[in-house]
């Protein structure tokens, strides 16, 4: 007894000056409110704080002082200034009070053929997240699709007020409820729409794991304009091997066959959870439900659904309440901070990734080089061999004009130098005259088209790089360099001309002694990761052949292809397609490795590469796609004026040179002006684009624009909620 009470004496003595310490902070954080004082700060305690993993207090008392935030009342024109910096330094602004109370219909987690045989009721907790970042979670309880946490109600520290919470479901197999755990369902809120000490007390539905894709906004976004159950997703809620009587037997397999045509082969309607849990598990392209998605969401809408389905994860029931901590005004500079959206959950889901997903980085590694490299620098590049080497006689021989007249007069270079850019935004508008001044064997397309062109450039080491993208895109490999480099160079004769078509090419390439390809007439098979005419990637889900001309004209089979995500231009927004072989060809592909066998450095890297690659594909990609749909002529308003100007500019140069008195001259003055006017701005805009007064600026816009827009009108706006007395949605509406 003696031993006990002198060990808890000192845990009430650090209780009690914690207490102190918390109640001092919240009378000071009072009376600044009160006063509205710019008073040095203070550091507020964070709600949910970081434990350390050993224990132990010496070093827990570091991570404490490491979060706790400095007073936002006292600190708040860090929002304007550096709002990066202020949203992870301050102390939040608002409280939000959470108590999780119960959830309804969880869906079994069947993520194994063993659990899809014997069943397997979920053994559920909730994890919270704010900003995709975690901050506490409940208790388990087990084997029970309806289980009742009654969780204590907890208090979560908001600092910007666009956040976004997450509530996700769990179920789990470990005792500790941090390994062997498997996603329910998830639903997510934005604390901007909800009102200030008002009690919400209600049930919020449960999305599907696999919607835990993108941006948290644009998840939030979907959700709130649509219910889950609206979009009509079939997921079985029993045991989906165990036979249960030759009745229901029966009948399943008529809904079975009855859905067969609208879904994918191989995916029925009453497994198509079990497929989703498999796919995104063993997949090596982790965002395959994706398309699996989409192609459920085809099947006819008014037919009446597989038995033993749900059309959402459940609901959970929360009570909610947001609580502001600092004054009105003070309040509102929470508004110019973005949240934090930069994390693994923002393009891929680390819950579905049992395995080492190299796959993934790759495939986005190489839509960068595609993208960037082959359709743009390569292009440039093939342009300036173009010109260089005269394969138009007049788009060289006016640039040569252009420099020649610079020993007579700039006025005759700025005349038919513009004249000559401007000629050239024409040329591009045709795809005679496009094509064969951008491609090069380097981003020529792998067909009869591509192979005329690069043909057409009589360059040796042309056709060898063309000739190398055949045979890795065949999945062939290569014994002898300089053996292919010779035989390069004996495909072209005479002055471009061509004795072989693109199909003749590849079976003779088949029987080169230096050339190793697969055995068989076709590089493919069904759920080969391919790309489609060297860009689009996808997965092959069928292949049709004609045996009569397969083995003479390979490419005659038809490849039919889902693709990963849509298409970025109307041109190649399908969803899928039906395609020759010689059209999709293999992409570089990576074994998936077991998790437990890689070392953790290795996975740390390939999460921070992925994070980057997936950061310049958001940034880079865009603007590469702007700018090709210019050249392309897809913006003709756009391109209408940049000509005008070109024209106008090569016109008013002719005219200058040809009269020293003409008004050109002055225009010629005043074009200068605005041109050096311009370069000026961008300059001042690069040097001091990082200065506080810009960020300033930026940060009035950001919390005027949000105040005029300012909506809290939750739960009235969300599609997802119940009040807590309605039950259950047990049938799914049929459209209208």
């Known amino acids: ?25 919240a009378s000071e954080r009072e009376r600044l409110m009160e006063e509205g004082t710019a008073k040095e700060a203070s550091t507020v305690k964070a709600s949910q704080p970081l434990i350390a993993k050993s224990g132990n207090k010496d070093t827990q008392k570091i991570i404490d002082k490491i979060q ?22 301050l102390s939040p602004f608002a409280q939000l009070e959470v108590e999780i109370v119960e959830a309804r219909k969880l869906i079994p987690s069947v993520t194994s053929g063993f659990e899809s045989y014997v069943g397997d009721e979920p053994d559920g907790f909730v994890k919270v997240f704010v900003d995709d970042t975690f901050k506490y979670s409940t208790r388990c309880i087990n084997n029970d699709r309806n289980p009742k946490w009654q969780d204590r109600r907890r208090v979560v520290d908001i600092v910007a007020d666009r956040s976004i919470i997450r509530l996700h479901v769990y179920d789990s197999d470990s005792s500790d409820n941090s390994t062997l755990i498997d996603p329910i369902g998830f639903v997510e809120f934005c604390i901007g729409d909800i009102p200030f000490d008002h009690d919400i007390d209600g049930w919020l539905e449960l999305r599907f794991p696999g919607n835990l894709q993108g941006y948290n906004t644009d998840r939030y976004a979907e959700h709130m304009a649509m219910r889950e159950e609206e979009r009509g997703t079939h997921m079985p809620t029993t045991r989906l091997g165990k036979e249960k009587g030759k009745e229901e037997d029966k009948n399943d397999k008529s809904k079975k066959n009855s859905k067969k045509d609208d879904l994918p082969e191989a995916v029925e309607p009453a497994d198509l959870y079990k497929v989703e849990a498999q796919v995104i598990r063993e997949s090596v392209a982790n965002r395959m439900f994706k398309r699996l998605r989409r192609a459920g969401t085809r099947a ?48 891929i889901q680390e819950e579905f990734l049992p395995k080492l997903d190299v796959q993934e980085l790759l495939d986005d590694t190489l839509d960068l080089k595609i993208e960037i490299v082959d359709e743009m ?7 300036a061999c173009y010109v260089l080497a005269w394969r138009s006689i007049i788009v060289s021989g006016l640039l040569f004009i252009a420099v020649a007249c610079g020993v007579k007069s700039s006025m005759l270079v700025y005349a038919f130098g513009h004249l000559w850019m401007a000629m050239i935004l024409v040329l591009l508008k045709f795809d005679n005259w496009r094509l064969p001044m951008t491609m090069n064997g380097q981003n020529a397309p792998l067909n009869e088209e591509g192979f005329r062109f690069v043909a057409r450039c009589r360059d040796v080491y042309e056709m060898h790089a ?14 002898s360099m300089q053996e292919l480099l010779h035989f390069s160079g004996t495909i072209v004769q005479g002055d471009g001309e061509l004795t072989v078509t693109f199909d003749e090419l590849l079976k003779a390439l088949r029987e080169l002694w230096f050339l190793e390809f697969p055995k068989g007439i076709t590089h493919l098979e069904v759920n080969s990761l391919v790309r489609v005419h060297d860009r689009r990637r996808g997965t092959v889900t069928k292949i049709e052949t004609n045996s009569k001309v397969a083995t003479s004209n390979p490419h005659r089979q038809q490849i039919h292809v889902l693709f990963d995500e849509e298409g970025s231009t109307p041109m190649d927004s399908a969803l899928d397609g039906v395609y020759d072989a010689w059209d999709v060809s293999v992409r570089p592909s990576v074994p998936a490795i077991p998790r437990f066998l890689v070392p953790q450095t290795i996975l740390s890297l390939v999460a921070t590469l992925q994070l980057e690659v997936d950061t310049y594909k958001k940034t880079i990609l865009p603007v590469a796609d702007s700018i090709r749909e210019f050249f392309h002529w897809r913006k003709p308003k756009w391109m209408a004026l940049v000509l005008s100007l070109l024209l106008f500019r090569s016109y008013v140069s002719f005219e200058g040179f040809l009269d020293e008195n003409s008004w050109c001259h002055f225009a010629l003055k005043v074009m200068s002006v605005i041109r050096n006017v311009v370069l000026g701005v961008l300059i001042i805009v690069v040097l001091f684009g990082q200065a506080r007064i810009w960020k300033v600026g930026r940060g009035l816009v950001m919390l005027a624009v949000n105040k005029i827009s300012e909506n809290r009108k939750a739960p009235t706006c969300w599609a997802f909620y119940k009040d807590h007395s309605e039950a259950y949605f047990a049938k799914k509406k049929k459209a209208e």
């Open 1 to 25: 007894m003696g031993c006990g009470s002198s060990k808890d004496a000192p845990a009430r003595t650090v209780q009690a000056v914690e207490s102190d310490a918390q109640g001092r902070q």
């Open 68 to 89: 706790n935030g400095e007073d936002f009342e006292a600190n708040k024109w860090r929002c304007l200034h550096s709002p990066d910096f202020a949203y992870y330094s």
């Open 300 to 347: 006819n809408p008014n037919a009446d659904a597989p038995p033993n389905t749900q059309f959402n994860a459940g609901e959970i029931h929360v009570k909610l309440k947001l609580v502001r901590c600092v004054s009105e005004n003070t309040a509102l500079f929470a508004k110019a901070l973005v949240p934090s959206c930069t994390s693994f959950a923002s393009f």
């Open 377 to 383: 620098l390569f292009a440039v590049y093939a342009f």
């Open 466 to 479: 063309y000739l190398l993208r055949m045979i890795a895109s065949r999945s062939g490999s290569i014994n």
